[in-house]
């Protein structure tokens, strides 16, 4: 008869620190818990500015892929192009008479000698006419200019830089369209963590 007795005082006398300890993990249970939330709300705004960043690296691609091959077919159009009209005038050129001939094979000649400034001056309005359709794709409004005002003119470019600064132009436009989509996910995650603080904070 002392056997369970003794035992039976020695379970009541530890109950109390048993307790303790239950309420002291639980709550260590809970900080962590918070911690690993805390974690992965980071890790998962991180991972979505990763598949951002990864989406807008694919239209950049796919936009200078789609530039590249235009340029291309762009590039075997004209070299056809003057292929068939030098046949015309090798044609043609028989049927003048010698002064002609020499004129128009003169003129031939001055065609074929295009400068470094004429390039520049090609490049220029390309690209002046390429920021004017942009804007109208934009819905920009196109305020007149005050009297006496011509429009900025675009820095002289060399022929060899003239198809990266057309190609910088369309990055800028989307790295602009990138950086409010990555602000409005920023913002957008802040208030997702505000909300579910505040619920944490109720319960």
């Given amino acids: ?3 369970p007795q003794s035992r039976h005082s020695a379970s009541s006398q530890s109950s109390q620190p048993l307790k303790f300890t239950t309420s ?3 709550d260590r ?7 690993l939330q805390a ?8 991972c979505d500015k990763l598949a951002t960043e990864k989406s ?3 239209r950049h691609y796919i936009m200078y892929y789609e530039m590249s091959y235009g340029l291309n077919i762009e590039m075997h159009k004209q070299a056809e192009i003057v292929k068939r009209l030098n046949g015309i005038c090798a044609q043609v050129l028989p049927y003048l008479s010698q002064e002609h001939q020499q004129q128009v094979m003169g003129a031939i000649e001055r065609a074929k000698q295009v400068t470094p400034p004429e390039m520049n001056s090609i490049i220029r309005q390309q690209l002046q006419v390429h920021q004017l359709s942009q804007l109208q ?3 920009l409004p196109m305020t007149p ?3 006496g005002l011509t429009p900025p003119t675009l820095p002289s470019v060399s022929s060899s830089s003239g198809l990266l600064s057309l190609s910088s132009i369309l990055a800028n436009h989307s790295h602009a369209q990138a950086q409010l989509a990555k602000e409005d996910k920023a913002r957008d995650g802040a208030e997702r963590e505000q909300r579910e603080e505040d619920g944490d904070k109720s319960d």
């Fill in 145 to 147: 200019l005050p009297l």
């Fill in 24 to 26: 002291d993990s639980c």
């Fill in 137 to 139: 794709g934009l819905a």
């Fill in 1 to 3: 008869m002392m056997f």
């Fill in 39 to 46: 974690q992965y709300h980071s890790l998962k705004l991180e």
């Fill in 29 to 35: 249970i809970k900080d962590e818990f918070q911690f």
């Fill in 56 to 58: 807008e690296m694919q």
